[in-house]
Nanobody, 124 residues
Framework: QVQLVESGGGLVQAGGSLRLSCAAS???????MGWFRQAPGKKREFVAT????????YYADSVKGRFTISRENAKNTVYLQMNSLKPEDTAVYYC??????????????????WGKGTLVTVSS
């Protein structure tokens, strides 16, 4: 089993920045780590993923150029740097992990492990 614990959410004004972190623990090897989000009244949606080496990253069109995903394997941690935040980025952000590699954007059904989520609120 794998446990994922997110941190870094909070309230920020539009145009501001936040960095989310997700620490993974457990004995299972994790190739892909990433983030999804769920806004009020909406379905959970893909945000970004990164592979084990960091050589492959994928982003939702809505966050390209504003969000950057990275990972630090020595700490079993993945990060999401969010810049130029918009009110529509307001959501609960979930850390996600998958034992295998992915080769493009990812759906909920592809994910093996989930964190409990951290709330990001962007005020206008």
């Amino acid at each position: 089993q794998v446990q994922l614990v997110e941190s870094g959410g909070g309230l920020v004004q539009a145009g501001g920045s936040l960095r989310l972190s997700c620490a993974a623990s457990g004995r299972t090897f994790i190739n892909t780590m990433g983030w999804f989000r769920q806004a009020p009244g909406k379905k959970r949606e893909f945000v970004a993923t990164i592979n084990w080496t960091g050589s492959r990253t994928y982003y939702a069109d809505s966050v390209k150029g504003r969000f950057t995903i990275s990972r630090e394997n020595a700490k079993n941690t993945v990060y999401l740097q969010m810049n130029s935040l918009k009110p529509e980025d307001t959501a609960v952000y979930y850390c996600a992990a998958k034992s295998l590699a992915v080769h493009g954007t990812t759906t909920e059904g592809d994910i093996d492990y989930w964190g409990k989520g951290t709330l990001v609120t962007v005020s206008s």
